[in-house]
Nanobody, 123 residues
Framework: QVQLVESGGGLVQDGGSLRLSCAASGVPWRDYAMGWFRQAPGKEREFVARIAGHGYTTSYSDSAQGRFTISKDNAKNTMYLQMNILKPDDTGRYYC????????????????WGQGTQVTVSS
């Protein structure tokens, strides 16, 4: 049974930082691409960042580029999202996702999703 558990969300001030974690079990870790998505109230879920199974290839949304860093620890089966210079527009529920297709993951077509962790950035 695949399980993805996000943690690390919380309330932070404008300009602050947070580090999200996604612990995975039951999935062939190195065979799947992994990513972070977020959904703000009243908005559609949007792509934030993704990382290939081997961990050497990453990509980011325009809003995340330069401020966020995605990484993974294969020994711990855990993926991270370091978020710096947070802005109120970054507020939302952040979801971890895994998928066999690098391309489809980019558009939100994942095989598995976590339950999400809330990030709130106050101005």
């Amino acid at each position: 049974q695949v399980q993805l558990v996000e943690s690390g969300g919380g309330l932070v001030q404008d300009g602050g930082s947070l580090r999200l974690s996604c612990a995975a079990s039951g999935v062939p870790w190195r065979d799947y691409a992994m990513g972070w998505f977020r959904q703000a109230p009243g908005k559609e879920r949007e792509f934030v960042a993704r990382i290939a199974g081997h961990g050497y290839t990453t990509s980011y949304s325009d809003s995340a580029q330069g401020r966020f860093t995605i990484s993974k620890d294969n020994a711990k089966n855990t993926m991270y999202l370091q978020m710096n210079i947070l802005k109120p527009d970054d507020t939302g529920r952040y979801y971890c996702a895994v998928g066999q297709s690098w391309t489809r993951l980019r558009v939100g077509e994942a095989d598995y999703w976590g339950q999400g962790t809330q990030v709130t950035v106050s101005s």
